[in-house]
Structures are given as structure tokens and as C-alpha cells.
């Protein structure tokens, strides 16, 4: 019989939703020994968070995060605030003993996310950040793929991530789903957004890296802001390019930019290596490219694997071969995983400390862009 | 304020899953009038019905399906049964007043597909079958280009559902998940089961046909059947194809099989227009090839639609433009749509009777492959 | 060092345009003990031929196909004419003593073919039907796996052939490059022109049909004819579907039209097999696909082999990997093969009695179509 | 009545093949004023230089490329040697008045480079760079669409290079086919071979740089060498990448490899513009991907233009519409503009000059690595 865990979510914008929904799913296809119970929603103004409280089932809500994080009845906060708000609301919460789940990026800059870390790890609290891409069954598939040492030595790690929804130069910045525009919100552009999933990512299937060369561009450099009224200086990357070093020996090279049009949320990454090659895209995200130089060389190609089936990653839980899930599973997984974590009294990753190295690679890159050469990681 | 409407479902199974999925969700993405309760789930043996209601949070459960449709509590039954009990249910389900969705295909024939369309009219009960292709927003989408005129004169539509799950010939047939093996369960083979589908979204998309030509094969004659433990011969077509006349004079062409390696769920289909051409395939559900002869001669190509904008069918419900969404949602869109059309005391498509045209198309390529000639329908 | 051969070609339209273009390249490729040489080609009017000549570096031009079988100095006849022309011309070609190559189908009929074949089995030369598409590098190599037995038993081949060129109403019919429009030169529509490509690739990779199943559709059934000046009824089929039974018990579905609007010569074909299936497309004709069901399951998947290494048929000839050939090529390799063969004094597949089997299938899917009925091969 | 044109080409390697085979075929396709004859071949040793000249068809042989230069019946003198003696052979050949195509890249470095422009101007004589890629029909369809202004401003280029045949590590160097790992002979890794390619074609398309940023790679640092038979330091660049500024505010990224296991030839390019975006890659190079932002919104999509319609640059002088065709017929095109601009008078792109550009980019990406920071171009 499963014991309910109170989850209380904070910030009822696009991953309030992309949470809610995680949670109420993950035990119609995972067996777990918890079962989150939708407790408290906290959204501004006080008809948001009834409405969402509402639509998602949610038993209360709040409009201050200090109440919810006072509640006896909250077991885990789940934080789904701009960035700028991650770290007062993760430390309140380590502090009162609550089980956090943080959306990504952990913080605005390192020495905030060592904070954060510090807090956590203090307090003895489990602790995830939310860099949900690992679980698309596809990536954990690669992931598998490179743990069985079938890629061999490696030489080169390529990602991207190209949108182009922030082309029009009428696109105000700032206040509710444009905070990602607003520097003061959001503490920097792509590289926050954007690059931190390649990055988390990368250190995940490639391991640590050493050093970064970075570009970063301001393509708009005065957008209205939605909370002043008045046309300002845009703080933000645009976009941001960056190659490295990993540790491992091989090269790295990232770029992000919401200036690709034609691309809605085109993140890809290609590992290789050498004896095989791997390349994914989110477009496509029920798919991953394999290559095996193993093969027959006359029949050799690139495998286009339908990750889909009952041995794939995750894929037991959901529906029958061939048929695909698609982005919110991800969090189902995530949801899944932390709460199988919790109850083995074991760290999941990407945990705060985890999430701090991805932290650093983007401050490295802010501060190669900005001096315009090479940085330590 | 939403009301709430009370769901019974029959069968515990597959389309258990999806049914019961589609309904827990929908009020989280869509607006109703009615708000879906998951009232009962009616399963077997009852250990089977208890843990399927915990798990889908029903609120009772039953092992006899007429108890379910006795009940006073119960304002939808869904019949999520092999397809030889869809019409002893369907019809005692009209005769008890209630609104009825059912699984595809309606009946095992013409005959008994006649009854049940004659019981939910007589009844005057809203009535749907689960012909959920229609509503991935791709399909739709499609059926919005063929109604927009795109396309001009209709000369060919092509479809075809390739599987590879029955090659194994130790595969037994019958009993629980392996039902469709089964021809006295399943009344046929792939033409019940996956041509039912191909030809159902034909019709929708390009009208009635006039005449069809068939062959079938059955490549594995004999199988163990699980509820004997014997081996037993095999009635159920493995592959199935046809050609046909439209009545808007073009030509269809149409396969199925259990026996094409390397497709799990490959359901395509594509239209040829005068002046444009449509393409879609299940394993990449979320897109629709489009060609459109009007096009700058230079730039004229296949354009990939990667059908995730707020612009198409259903998709502003969901995330954001460029996140996929999976086959499972075709289940909650047709949930939203049968519950508005109740509020609306509006028909909802695919009725009994509209799903009655493609039984008779099935039953015409069954007599056409039996008799080795074209057939009417 | 190389010894000469008259190559004599009858024909100035596109298919003469493809066999000069091969016999001019051949040996800067292949090492041949004969070297073919442009010896006459045959056009009208006797302008054309003279520019043709000139064009392609023949030493001479004939007007009168009789003249050119009857010079002393020509070894080989190439007869690029229209279908109805095909008969004659090789006959008294045989009657020579010429070698022969012949376009394809090989005649109007079987009747006409089997004078054909017994034309120059009693000449005793060497013959070959130009059905090029055998010698794309990716279809020979499908050949070679379906040789290897890595296939297993065959349950599935399907081919399709679809062209958009002939949509336009006003197109006229007959004559010079519309000679294929007109059923009096040409015998059929897209079953001579089309299906026998998919016919003679499919009798190749999966041995002989057993029974057929056809229909045909006139889409636009008067043109204008261009020798006559009149609109005349068309006597040509626009669309050609079938299915059978092949003798290895798999079951066989061609269709080829010219009215799929967006395809400009998409032929394709699958194969699948218990263990493996294959699949090919002329629209990137330097990729074949395979999907081997023995690769481990996580990583199993569609390949896309980039036919283009030295290790794949015919490649070592030309560039280097990743450098794709295209269409034009499959001419030299058929023109290095038969030339091979003849200094081996060995047939060399597609002889004509090859081609017959291919022209019978074409004749009993055209009596099916018209009977309406199985036809047996 | 076309005029001879002799042709002396001087090295008997990969590019002597695809330079010969040019020439060959040239008047077979296009109407040219000129006829070029292939007069001589100067290659080493004396009997490759001999059956070279029997397979291509040569008049002559020649050993020494000083005699070709010094003889009066050479119009053309094609330089295919590795890049340590482009700059001494043009010069000599500018110096006897010789019309000069010269294989990419033009020479070692800038200071080379700029000689060979001087001494062709000053001696007058036509002169061209064979950056070939710019001739495949989608790479000059690409171009067309630039012109158009379809793109409104371009935000960002993209283009890579990829190959993986080094990976081995007892790849020899230098000698034959091994001069481009020899630093000697070829001056430089993948950044004077591929990204040469790719830097030409961002500039043609995308207009000049401004400044680099780069780093470069050896993974294998010693390998046999062929000339001395001693393991030797590995002198070239096994990968490098790159990102620079493009003076029309446009983001550049840039990268070559080739230890990108699974890609033979993998020439891709991207562009972003405001309003339209393009993509194209080699190893499917008869495609090109366009996407439009002005089209309306429901059915936008890339579009896989399949280039090989008669409206698509120089693919009129081919076959039909639909047959693809590969490499080499880049470098038909490239002597077909060649001598239509000979005849003209008019220079053709991109003469010694313009690739002199490309060499400066090339230049400062090497510079950037070593100094490990921004390099003005």
C-alpha cells in the first residue's frame, strides 16, 4: 500500500503545469511506494491559483511561497519560478525540512547555486533539479549506449539548441511567460535556458569539462518591458556559441539561439566516438541515430532506433510497441525516479550538487563571452 | 462550473488503459461542461478489476458487465471488449439508456453492426466509436487541407498498417492480450483490427467507396490456442489487401499485415491531389508531409510539418510549439470532443453509423478475398 | 589491350541519350577487354541525327534503322526506339548477326516478345534488356543480401513507381517524347513503362509470380495527338495496381501511376523477410534501407546505408566514399557488365528471355485489369 | 562551330580523375564555343602517367609539368597536385600566358596565396578555383534564394565537415593518397581540406568575415610517414572548429573533422535568415531544405526540394525530372562556366582572387587556435 507524499508546487506557469501533471500521472504507470498527493498550488494573483488549484486538483492553494513552505502538510516543494526566485525559495524550504524538486537552471549565477547546494545538503533533504531531457526514454537510451563502452574512445560531443520564437522585434520582455527575456528574471539569455540542458546533458553522457571558448549575441537590443511600459535595454544572450575541452580528451561544441527559424525546440546533441557514433534530436525525440562501425561494413548505416519498445528505458510502463510518448513523460519519469529515490533514502540525479557543475560550465561561458577568450571551468 | 458525468468502463485491458487515461486528463487541458468520473471499472478475474480501479482511481469496480450497466451511478458505459461481446453490451447498454463509447471495429460484421446502430437510435443515446487516429492532430489536420479545397480532384489515396509482432510462429493465439489471434474473439484479422482503422480514416477523408478486390493470407496456419492448450488452426487473416474505387473516382489502395518486419505500428496513408499531395505515418505521428503544386517551381518540396504550433488542431491545449505530444492523446481529444458534443446535444463522428460504413467495407473485403472478386459495398 | 566494338544506336530520344552517354564513360571507369565505340547512331530527322552525332562524337549517322543493321562495321545494336518498333527492328538485327541491346519492355506483348527471344536464341548473340535499375549500387546490393539468406522466408514485396508529369489535361499524346502517352507505340501506359521496372527488380530479388490481380484507371481519357492534330481517345493506362501470390509464397503488391502529384520517378520497393526486410527509393537511389531483427534489441533500427563505399557493388570505380553516383551510372554498370560478358561468351542478365517473364506479368496483370478477374502468369 | 580548347592537366591523382572526366563530358551537355581537348597529362611515374593518358583519352603524357608548361599546344593548364605546389606551378604557367584552373585550396597561406593572384593578374590570363561544391545544383539553388532576399537578415551560418576515415591509427601519412596527413605537402589538417570548402561557400553566400575564434585538434599524434618509412609527428589539424563574426551581423560556426565516426562526407551547411532559412548537406547533395515563414502557418514546413527539375540550376542540360545525379557533375559545371566565361572574356567566380579570401579565413582560423584567442581576418 502506497504512503502519500504532499507536493506542494510553487509557480503555476508553464512547468507548474508540466509538474501538476507529472505527478498526478506517475502512478497510473509506475509502481511506487509513494503516492504524491496534489496538496497546495501557490500562483499570483489569488484567480490564478484557485483556477489552477481547480483545473490540476490541487486540495488548497497559496499566493505566498512562505505559507506554503510554513505548511506541516507539505512534504516536497517543487519549485517552477523564474531564476531569480530559486534560491530564496530552495534555501526557506531546505531550512524547513522539506524535500525539494528545483526547476533548472539550479540559480542565477555559481556562488548562488553553492548556496543553494550548502542549504540542501545542511539540511540533509532529498533534492533534485529538474533537468528533465536525461529521462526521454531516447536520451537514457544513450545514455545506457555509452556506459556499455560500445562508442570506444571519444573524439568529438556536438549540441544545439535552436528556436526562433523571439525573432520579432515587438516581442516585449519581461513579466509572466516573457521573463525568460528579462535579464533580472532570468540572469542570462540562451545559455540559462538553452545551453544548460546541453550542458547537463553533455557532463551526464561525457563527463566533465575543462575549459570554454565562448560568443554570445544581442541581436534585439531594445524590447518594451511588459512591467515598466517602456522600451529598454535587453540584457539577455540572444545566442551563444561555445566550444571546450572535455576531460576525457574530446571536443566539445555547443551553440544556442532563438534566432533559427524554422527550428520550434530543436535540441540535438551527437556523440563520436570510435567505434560508434549516437545523435538524438527533441524534435524527433522518440528516435535515436546509432551508429555501429561493428557492423558488416556492407550493410553499416545509421540505425534509426523507434524507441518504443518494452526493452527500451521506461517504455514498459507506457503503451505497446511502436507508439510514442512524447515531452511531459519525461517528467512522469523524473517524478518517478525521485520518488523511487526517496523511498530507498537514495540522492537522484541530477541533484543540487550535480546541477552546480552545469552552473559553473554557464558561468564559464558568460565570462569567456564576455572576455572574449578562453575560461577554466 | 463543470458537471460531473459518470464513466463506467467495461474491460480492463489495452484499451482499458487508454480509455481510462483519456478521462482522468482531459478536464486538465480542456474546458468542459462535463467533468468525467471515473465512476467503475468492470474487469476480470476481480483481482484483476480491484487493482486496475486502484491504480486509475475508480471509485468501485465490477466482474459482470451487466451489474455496471444496471447501475443508476453509471451515465457512460464504455466497452473496451473483444470485439464479439461489443454488441450484446452495446445494445443492453442503449436499452439502459446510457451514453455509449465503443471500441473499434463496431461489430464483428455487418449483420450485428446493424443491430447495434438500430439500438442506440431507437434508445436516442449518444453513441461514438473509438476510431482515434482521426484525432491526432496531424489527421485533423489533414482532413482540414482536404477540406480547404487544397488538394483539387482526388485521383489516388494509399494506406497501408505493417506490423511485425505475430511472426513468431510459438505465438499462441487467444485468451487475454492475445485475443486478435483469435478469430471466434476478433471475428477477423488484420482487416478488423488494422484495416478497420486505414479504412475508417479514408472514408473520412476521402468519402465513400464504391467497390472493392481483396487477398488475404494466413502465413502460420496453425497455432496453440491458450484457452485449450491445444493447437488449433488459425481463422484470422494475417495480411489482408485490397484496391477500391471512391466514389469521387479515385483509386484506393490498401494493406495490412502482422508480417512486415521492422514495423511495429507503420500506419500510413497519402493523398495525391490535382494540385496537392498529403502524407502522414504513425511511427512519426507528429508530423504531416504536405506538397503543394502551387509553390514556387524552384522551392517546391515536401514540407515536413511538425504539427506542435498553437496553430493546429487541438496542440494550443498542450505544451509549447515544437514539444511532441504521443499516441495516448488521441484518446483525450476524442473524450473532449464526445463530452462536447453532449453539452451540445450535438452528434459526435464516428457514430455507430458512421462507423457501420466501415464494417461494411470490411465485410467486403473479406467476401471479396473469399470469392476472389470485386465486391460492392 | 583493348579490342573495339561498333556500337550502333537506334534511337536519339532519352534512352539514346543514356546508352552513348554509358558506352562513352564506361572504360575510363571499368577495365574492359573491349572498348566500345561510337560507331553510328540512327535518328530522324537526318538533322537530328546529324547534331546528335556531333554532340555525342559518333563517327557516323543513319537515317534508315535497315541501313545501320546492315553495315559491315557495327557489332552492337542499341535499339533506344519506342516500344511498337522494338520487334522488328530486333528481329532483323538477329537475323545480322548483332549483338543486341534492347530498351525496355521488350516488346508490345509476349507474342512479340517470345518472336524476339527466338529470334536471337537462333542467332545465337548475345542480348540484353535494358532494365538499368538492377545495377544502381543499392539495388544490387538488396540482391546481394536477399542472396546471403539473411532475409529468411519472404512474407512481403511491395513496389510502387510514382510520376506526377501527366496531370495536365492538356497534354497532348504521341509523338516524339510524348510517344509514351500513345497506346499504339507504346502497348500500355505505366504497366510497359512503370510496372515493368518494379516487375523485372521483383522477379529478380524474389523469383517468379504465380497470379495476379489488377486494375487500371484512364484518368484523362481524350488528349490531343500530336501526329493527328485531333483530340483522340487515350488508349494508355495512367494507373496500374496489383497483387499477387509469388511461388515462394509471398505475397506481391505493385502500383504505378503518373497522377501522384509530388513524385517525380519515385520508385520504390520493400522486402520483408522473417529475419530481416529491405527497403529502396530511386528518389535518393544511393541509399538502401535495412532492418536486421538479429541486432540487439535496444539498438535495433532502420539502417540507412549511404551505398557509396568501396566495399558496395560497383563503387570501387568510381569516387570516394560518401560521394554519391546517381542515375546515369547504372548504365555504365550495364554496359560494363554485358560487355564483360560477351568476352566471356557468357549471358548476362536480363537476357530477353528474362525480359519475356517480366512481359508476361505485364500481359496478365493488363488481362486481369480488363477481365477483372485473377489472371495466372 | 566550337573551337578546340587544349587541356594539360598536371597530376594524376583523385582530382586528375574528376578534373579528366570533366572535360570529357562537358560538350555532351552543355553548348560551349568552346571544345576542350585533352592534350596532355603530366603525372608520376612514368607508366601511371601512360595509363592515365590510355584511360582518359590524352593525346600525350608528360613527367615533368615544366615541359606541359613550356608547350605551345596547351591552352589550359590544370594544376590537381597537393597544395605545397600549386603556388610555383601557377606561376610558372601565369608566366607562359597559360588560362590556369588550380584545385583548392589555392595555396599554403596568405603570403602564397597572394603571389599566385598577382601573377595571374598581372599576366592576364583567366584563372579559377576549384571550390566545386559551389556548382552542385542545390548549392547553387541555395545561392538563388540568398539573391532573392527570401532570407531578410541572416542571423546565423552553420556548416560542417565531417569524415572519419584517419581514425585508425595506423593510417600512414604522406605520399600518394596520404599527402593531405603530410603538413608538408598539405600544409595544413582538415582546415585547408574541408573547412576550406565551407569557408568558400559561407562567403559566396553569406558575404566576408570579420574575425575568428578557433581551436583545432591532433588526436593521433605520430604516424608511420610513407616517404621516410619512420613514425613521425603528426603536423595537421585532425579537427577544428571554428566561430567567427560575418560583417553582415550574421554568427558563423564552423567545424571540420575526420573522426566523426559514421560520416563519410558530411558537408552540411545552414542558414538562418529572419524570414526563410535554408539547409543542404552532402551526403544527400541532390536535396535541398527550405524553410518559409511566409507560408501560412497551418501547413509550414520544411520543404525537401528535390533539385532536379529543369528549373533547378543547370539540371536542364541532364536528364528527367526526378533522376538524380552526384558529385563529379559539379566539376561538369564548373568547366562549362569556366569556358562560357573564356569565351566571354568575363571573369568567373571564384577566380584566384576571390579564393585568395578564403585562404586569409583559413589563415586566421589557424592563427586563432595557436594564439588561442580572436584573430581579425
Known sequence: MSKPLNIGIIGGGFMGRTHSN??????????????????????????AARSFAERWGFESFE?????????????????????NLHREVAIAAAAAGKIILCEKPLAMNTAEGQEMVDAVEKAGVANLVSYNYRRIPAVTLARQIVESGKLGRIFHYRAN??????????LPQGGDA?????????????????????????????????????????????????????VEKVGIDDACTFFCHFKNGSLGLFEATRYARGHKALYTFEINGEHASIKWDLHDLHRLEFFDHADDSQVRGWRSIHVSDGDHPYMDHWWVPGLQIGYEHSFVHQ?????????????VAPTFRDALETQKVCEAVLASAKGHSWQQV
Chains 1, 2, 3, 4 share one sequence.
Open 63 to 83: 499566493t505566498d511561497w512562505r505559507k506554503l513552505i510554513a505548511r506541516d502538510d507539505i512534504d516536497v516543494v517543487d519549485i517552477c519560478l523564474p531564476n
Open 178 to 230: 516573457l521573463w525568460r527575456l528579462d535579464v533580472a528574471a532570468a540572469g542570462s539569455g540562451v545559455t540559462g535556458d538553452l545551453l544548460a540542458h546541453c550542458i547537463d546533458t553533455a557532463l551526464w553522457l561525457n563527463g566533465p569539462m575543462v575549459d570554454v571558448n565562448a560568443m554570445t549575441e544581442t541581436f534585439i537590443t531594445e524590447r518594451t518591458h511588459q512591467l515598466t511600459g517602456k
Open 335 to 347: 517524478v518517478a525516479d525521485f520518488l523511487t529515490g526517496i523511498a530507498k533514502g537514495e540522492a
Open 22 to 47: 507529472a505527478y498526478r500521472r506517475v502512478t497510473n504507470f509506475f509502481d511506487l511506494e509513494y503516492q504524491p498527493v496534489l496538496k497546495a498550488i501557490c500562483a499570483l494573483p489569488e484567480d
Open 161 to 170: 539548441f535552436l528556436q526562433d520564437w523571439t525573432i520579432a522585434a515587438d
